[in-house]
């Protein structure tokens, strides 16, 4: 009895075996102790290994990877892990198997989604590649338009309806002739003739809205040689138009500065071998002065402001005097030079005459510039002590130098500057009043250049040219850009406009240089712009009178009443009321 009973418990159980051998998904089983108890057909052909291998051995020995030990320690199922076993992927459910409330075993049910894994990267690369494309497609400029092959719109970029007016909900599944019969396009379609000679194929197409395109139409050939899409990209002509107007616009401003170019040029009053620039009657006679006392020996006070050409100006005297051929030009800044130094560096030092003096000595400028001219720049600088020393020089024609006690007789043409008013710094007990006399001589007073605005010109273009050969370019400056430099203060005089005029030649990256490029950065408003008052006025009208000249000079520097507006940070309405009220001619600014 117990035999048959047994036997048929071993049959049932072999039926199950057979239906479990029967499922798709592979079924692998372990005990309590982690041994494989059971390994079904379909894990063999998934996995290529024997169910003969596998059981009776502990699961960690053959594949450790499976996850069974942890639903053993944790009794928890997991659903849904992937685990790549021999470079194929699974997908397993883990179970736990209870007995009396006890794990006695796990069970893992798997199947192989190594294609499945391999389709679903296929389909998210092509994904990301279709998004690419799309995004490359939108962001085309011109208009695109996809048609298969019965002519049928497939697909419409955006610029495509920016340029023709019409929605893609218009082209998208409808026949492109449609469009012309209701009068979208006129004139024959491009797109239709791609598609039936089989060649691209371009022409002009005019919209409703009486806007001309260019338009072609590229064809796309199958395996088989025959046309399945046609491209079709359309591109504003009245883009092409406003560049051709602009390069118009351009050549004639080109001739027209070329006109004025030659204008100024006849206007230069002189570029002697000096090297010297300027159209001013006053500056003319200052260098014709200059010219004049150059071969004597009395000595020169140039004054001027910063920047004016006060060191061009002596090195023109030195060139013209007797002197250029027996000895040097030397120029010292009192200024630069700190004041323990300038000492030693005008009068020079004996061996060991202080710690760290060279032990040969050494010659100072007064020397070095013997037979020659001395050229002290910026002399208001000069420290008290020194300016004894300096007047002695003067008068005896000789120097001591630091530590020794025989002079050294000199032959020295003593050419003084100054950018302050030393009378001002003999007041202040700062500058000795013999010593200011005695330099007093023949002073000479450059005018700084917003008074002598004649030179600007001239000056401009002198440095062009100069910057032009020096860089190889070939830039020149609009009318525009000519009459702002012209309005301009200069507070840095003549150094600041070298300095602008080589920076707009260097940075521009247009051979014409307009209004556009000077910028805060090129030209920066001065805070602190003199302004000329030759008499007391009410200051209404004081006021009156600055902000007609004020607009006046925006108008000019600017193109459009709101960008004046703008620079003056004011609201286009104040300067539309203030052009009428001072009766501003718009045209003339």
Same mark, same amino acid.
Request: proline share 3%; aromatic share 6%; charged share 25%.
């Given at each position: 009895?117990?035999?048959?009973?047994?036997?048929?418990?071993?049959?049932?159980?072999?039926?199950?075996?057979?239906?479990?051998?029967?499922?798709?998904?592979?079924?692998?089983?372990?005990?309590?102790?982690?041994?494989?108890?059971?390994?079904?057909?379909?894990?063999?052909?998934?996995?290529?290994?024997?169910?003969?291998?596998?059981?009776?051995?502990?699961?960690?020995?053959?594949?450790?990877?499976?996850?069974?030990?942890?639903?053993?320690?944790?009794?928890?199922?997991?659903?849904?892990?992937?685990?790549?076993?021999?470079?194929?992927?699974?997908?397993?459910?883990?179970?736990?198997?209870?007995?009396?409330?006890?794990?006695?075993?796990?069970?893992?049910?798997?199947?192989?989604?190594?294609?499945?894994?391999?389709?679903?990267?296929?389909?998210?690369?092509?994904?990301?590649?279709?998004?690419?494309?799309?995004?490359?497609?939108?962001?085309?400029?011109?208009?695109?338009?996809?048609?298969?092959?019965?002519?049928?719109?497939?697909?419409?970029?955006?610029?495509?309806?920016?340029?023709?007016?019409?929605?893609?909900?218009?082209?998208?599944?409808?026949?492109?002739?449609?469009?012309?019969?209701?009068?979208?396009?006129?004139?024959?379609?491009?797109?239709?003739?791609?598609?039936?000679?089989?060649?691209?194929?371009?022409?002009?197409?005019?919209?409703?809205?009486?806007?001309?395109?260019?338009?072609?139409?590229?064809?796309?050939?199958?395996?088989?040689?025959?046309?399945?899409?046609?491209?079709?990209?359309?591109?504003?002509?009245?883009?092409?138009?406003?560049?051709?107007?602009?390069?118009?616009?351009?050549?004639?401003?080109?001739?027209?500065?070329?006109?004025?170019?030659?204008?100024?040029?006849?206007?230069?009053?002189?570029?002697?071998?000096?090297?010297?620039?300027?159209?001013?009657?006053?500056?003319? !006679?200052?260098?014709?002065?200059?010219?004049?006392?150059?071969?004597?020996?009395?000595?020169?006070?140039?004054?001027?402001?910063?920047?004016?050409?006060?060191?061009?100006?002596?090195?023109?005297?030195?060139?013209?005097?007797?002197?250029?051929?027996?000895?040097?030009?030397?120029?010292?800044?009192?200024?630069?030079?700190?004041?323990?130094?300038?000492?030693?560096?005008?009068?020079?030092?004996?061996?060991?005459?202080?710690?760290?003096?060279?032990?040969?000595?050494?010659?100072?400028?007064?020397?070095?510039?013997?037979?020659?001219?001395?050229?002290?720049?910026?002399?208001?600088?000069?420290?008290?002590?020194?300016?004894?020393?300096?007047?002695?020089?003067?008068?005896?024609?000789?120097?001591?130098?630091?530590?020794?006690?025989?002079?050294? !007789?000199?032959?020295?043409?003593?050419?003084?500057?100054?950018?302050?008013?030393?009378?001002?710094?003999?007041?202040?007990?700062?500058?000795?009043?013999?010593?200011?006399?005695?330099?007093?001589?023949?002073?000479?007073?450059?005018?700084?250049?917003?008074?002598?605005?004649?030179?600007?010109?001239?000056?401009?273009?002198?440095?062009?040219?100069?910057?032009?050969?020096?860089?190889?370019?070939?830039?020149?400056?609009?009318?525009?850009?000519?009459?702002?430099?012209?309005?301009?203060?200069?507070?840095?005089?003549?150094?600041?406009?070298?300095?602008?005029?080589?920076?707009?030649?260097?940075?521009?990256?247009?051979?014409?240089?307009?209004?556009?490029?000077?910028?805060?950065?090129?030209?920066?408003?001065?805070?602190?712009?003199?302004?000329?008052?030759?008499?007391?006025?009410?200051?209404?009208?004081?006021?009156?009178?600055?902000?007609?000249?004020?607009?006046?000079?925006?108008?000019?520097?600017?193109?459009?009443?709101?960008?004046?507006? !703008?620079?003056?940070?004011?609201?286009?309405?104040?300067?539309?009321?203030?052009?009428?009220?001072?009766?501003?001619?718009?045209?003339?600014?």
């Amino acid at each position: 009895m117990v035999k048959k009973q047994l036997e048929m418990k071993a049959a049932e159980l072999e039926k199950a075996y057979l239906m479990l051998d029967s499922i798709y998904n592979g079924i692998m089983a372990i005990d309590d102790q982690g041994i494989v108890s059971y390994f079904n057909a379909a894990a063999e052909r998934m996995s290529g290994i024997k169910a003969t291998e596998l059981i009776g051995k502990h699961i960690k020995d053959c594949i450790p990877k499976t996850g069974l030990i942890k639903i053993l320690e944790t009794g928890k199922a997991e659903y849904g892990q992937k685990i790549v076993v021999r470079g194929k992927t699974y997908l397993t459910n883990r179970s736990p198997l209870f007995y009396q409330g006890k794990v006695m075993g796990a069970i893992s049910v798997f199947q192989e989604i190594t294609e499945l894994e391999e389709i679903s990267s296929k389909f998210k690369t092509f994904e990301r590649l279709n998004k690419e494309l799309d995004t490359i497609f939108n962001s085309s400029y011109d208009g695109l338009m996809i048609t298969d092959e019965n002519g049928r719109g497939i697909k419409v970029n955006c610029a495509h309806t920016r340029l023709t007016g019409v929605g893609e909900e218009h082209f998208v599944g409808k026949n492109i002739e449609e469009l012309f019969d209701n009068g979208v396009f006129r004139f024959q379609s491009i797109t239709i003739r791609a598609l039936k000679e089989g060649r691209r194929v371009t022409g002009i197409q005019k919209m409703s809205s009486g806007k001309e395109v260019l338009v072609t139409g590229s064809p796309v050939f199958d395996k088989e040689g025959k046309v399945f899409r046609v491209v079709t990209n359309v591109h504003d002509i009245s883009e092409l138009n406003r560049l051709k107007e602009k390069l118009a616009d351009a050549e004639a401003l080109n001739t027209q500065y070329q006109i004025e170019l030659q204008e100024v040029k006849g206007q230069i009053g002189q570029i002697d071998e000096e090297n010297i620039v300027t159209h001013s009657k006053s500056v003319q !006679k200052i260098y014709e002065l200059a010219s004049h006392v150059a071969n004597s020996d009395a000595t020169i006070l140039v004054l001027g402001e910063s920047g004016v050409g006060k060191e061009g100006l002596v090195r023109m005297i030195h060139r013209k005097s007797y002197r250029a051929k027996l000895g040097k030009f030397v120029h010292i800044n009192c200024g630069a030079i700190p004041e323990n130094l300038i000492e030693s560096e005008l009068f020079g030092y004996e061996p060991g005459a202080f710690t760290g003096a060279e032990k040969s000595g050494k010659k100072g400028l007064f020397e070095t510039a013997n037979k020659g001219t001395l050229f002290l720049d910026e002399i208001g600088e000069l420290p008290l002590p020194l300016q004894v020393k300096l007047l002695r020089v003067l008068q005896e024609q000789e120097v001591y130098r630091l530590g020794g006690t025989s002079p050294i !007789k000199l032959d020295v043409r003593i050419v003084a500057a100054s950018n302050n008013n030393l009378l001002n710094k003999v007041e202040e007990g700062i500058f000795r009043e013999d010593l200011y006399y005695r330099l007093y001589v023949v002073p000479i007073e450059l005018p700084p250049l917003r008074e002598r605005p004649e030179d600007i010109l001239p000056l401009v273009m002198h440095y062009v040219k100069k910057y032009n050969q020096k860089y190889k370019t070939d830039k020149i400056f609009s009318s525009n850009t000519l009459n702002i430099l012209q309005e301009y203060n200069w507070p840095g005089n003549i150094r600041q406009l070298v300095n602008v005029v080589e920076r707009l030649i260097v940075t521009s990256q247009e051979q014409l240089i307009d209004i556009d490029q000077l910028n805060s950065s090129v030209i920066t408003p001065s805070k602190n712009t003199p302004v000329n008052i030759t008499d007391i006025i009410p200051l209404r009208e004081a006021k009156e009178i600055l902000e007609k000249k004020l607009i006046t000079m925006a108008l000019k520097r600017h193109k459009t009443v709101r960008e004046a507006a !703008k620079a003056l940070s004011v609201s286009h309405s104040v300067v539309v009321e203030r052009i009428n009220q001072y009766k501003i001619n718009r045209k003339e600014s």
